[in-house]
């Protein structure tokens, strides 16, 4: 069956969204403030999407899952504003932990730079900035020597460019931190892509005037909310959507609450979960492929009665070469209130961690904390959100291209079919995998939409 030839022009006055993440909760407010009538069909019992909120203690809330923003982040600020939410900085005051030299423990050292050769990671990072600079972001496909860098993993970039042991050992844990990955999961191309695409090597990577500058006050997931909020009744959760089928008056989405019939609908949902949405007529190419996987990324949250590592003139941020923490960081209230330390698992790390039983998890994620932070007493509250495993995200921070992926996915990953549409951070290529990306690709779906009328 072929597309209906009148898909294309036919003025949209309803449409469904699949999806109430960030990105599928500001396309439909957009389209809800154009006057369309709009539902949005959620799989899980929440909304909020690879954003949500755990409280960890009364009234005090952590980010499980996107967290950070900064100034570049205009779309997320925006909505931010009209929604009454402020951000709070991220603390960054004290001394960084290392335990990255296998030294029978960590170092303190100011600032973020780890006790490595200085001379070895600058090498590295002028290599990465080489072949950042080299991706034409808005089409990474047709980036010069785009079939190479797309066959090579980062993994065979690292063994055949990085020689000093330093450089060697960094570049997986740079790699976890900035995109959940393990080297060997990436193309190149994917990995040059994502750093460019975040805003650089500098900007990714910096808290003070960088995109880990602040968090949302009160948790990210209260943007979702009020996005939510503002919706009413048109979200409907608990409605895993089965099926789309398209004809020459409508699209009419199949999910566990029936049939929902409309003019268009927004698939806003990762690629590998889109895939599993029976399309008819059938998708002219997959949304993702074999080697697409899903961001490697388990949070794990050790809570205190208050951030007892700034008495000691510590940071909370810290950095190890063996995990399960790779890295740490202090996510406390600004106003006070309960410590809470934030570990990251990714990359390979994750895998492995996610398949342990809670009490290992905790043993493990503890004896860690406590090598790092010394004397730092068992923690009053200990969650693990596992996004490895969670069956309506597949990873975060977003999908992992794999070798072959952007030349094969990346010029239908924006391109609708018919009446149907995409959003989701991984179809932006403007801060692709963050939570600014979501929204611009949601707003960038709607107008899609606007434009047909």
């Known amino acids: 069956m072929s597309v209906p030839t009148s898909a294309a022009t036919a003025a949209a006055t309803s449409v469904v969204v699949v999806g109430a993440g960030l990105a599928g909760l500001t396309a439909a407010a957009d389209l809800a403030g154009r006057g369309v009538d709009v539902q949005v069909l959620e799989a899980r019992d929440r909304v909020g999407g690879r954003t949500h909120g755990i409280e960890v203690a009364p009234g005090d809330w952590a980010d499980a899952g996107a967290a950070y923003l900064g100034e570049r982040h205009t779309g997320l600020l925006a909505l931010m504003e009209r929604s009454g939410l402020k951000t709070v900085p991220t603390v960054m005051e004290g001394d960084s932990r290392f335990d990255v030299s296998g030294a029978a423990r960590a170092d303190s050292i100011p600032g973020r730079f780890p006790p490595l050769s200085g001379v070895a ?25 785009a079939e190479r860098l797309d066959a090579m993993t980062a993994a065979e970039w690292a063994d055949d460019r990085l020689r000093h042991p330093d450089s060697r050992l960094f570049f997986p844990l740079f790699l976890g931190e900035m995109m959940a990955a393990a080297p060997a999961d990436v193309s190149v191309l994917h990995m040059a892509f994502y750093l460019r695409s975040g805003g650089g090597l500098r900007y990714l990577n910096a808290f003070a005037g960088g995109a880990q500058e602040w968090r949302i006050d009160g948790g990210a997931h209260r943007l979702s909310e009020a996005l939510s909020a503002g919706l009413g009744d048109r979200v409907r959760l608990s409605e895993p959507v089965t099926a789309v089928e398209q004809d020459d008056t409508g699209v009419t989405v199949r999910s566990a609450g029936g049939a929902t019939r409309a003019d268009a609908v927004i698939v806003a949902t990762p690629p590998v979960l889109a895939d599993r949405i029976d399309f008819s007529p059938a998708l002219p190419a997959p949304r993702s492929g074999e080697r697409t996987g899903p961001g490697c990324a388990v949070k794990v949250h050790l809570i205190h009665p208050s951030p007892l590592w700034r008495r000691q003139g510590l940071s909370g941020w810290s950095v190890s070469a063996e995990g399960p923490l790779l890295s740490t960081v202090d996510d406390s209230p600004a106003d006070g209130g309960a410590g809470i330390l934030t570990g990251f698992v990714t990359g390979d790390e994750a895998r492995r961690f996610a398949a342990l039983p809670l009490a290992e998890q905790r043993a493990a994620a503890v004896a860690q904390a406590g090598r790092l932070f010394p004397d730092l007493p068992e923690p009053v509250g200990f969650h693990v959100t596992d996004w490895v495993n969670d069956p309506y995200s597949r990873g975060c921070y977003a999908a992992l291209f794999g070798p072959g992926d952007w030349l094969a996915l990346g010029p239908h990953l924006t391109r609708p079919h018919g009446r149907v549409h995409w959003a989701g951070t991984e179809t932006s290529t403007e801060f692709f995998g963050l939570m600014e990306g979501a929204v611009r690709s949601g707003h960038r779906a709607a107008a899609e939409l606007a434009a047909r009328r």
């Open 121 to 145: 990671l600058g090498e590295l990072f002028d290599l990465l900035d080489e072949v950042t600079r080299s991706v034409r972001v808005e089409a990474p496909w047709l980036t010069p020597d």
